[in-house]
């Protein structure tokens, strides 16, 4: 299952129901034409991989929706 938290400009952010176990720290997918990243929120903001994006536009559009994805995150995982 992949719970999608929002789509934006031509993106969608997601998540995956099976995030590890132990469960990897808050994070979000995000999908867009020809390009894929995973970017943590926890224990700080940062791209873990990009393919087809650059990286700096990529945080900068994440800088503003944290709270919104943390709060899919404990909505989804139940913590």
Known sequence: MMPVIFR?????FYFYSNEGDPREPIHV???G???N????LEPA????????F???ELL????????????????HFGN
């Open 37 to 40: 990243a995973k970017v943590w």
């Open 54 to 56: 650059n990286g700096k």
């Open 29 to 31: 997918h995000v999908r």
């Open 8 to 12: 934006h400009r031509g993106l969608t």
């Open 33 to 35: 034409p020809g390009a």
């Open 45 to 52: 903001i940062g791209v873990a991989e990009s393919e087809g």
């Open 60 to 75: 900068i559009r994440l800088v503003i929706e944290p709270p919104r994805i943390r709060t899919a995150w404990h909505e």
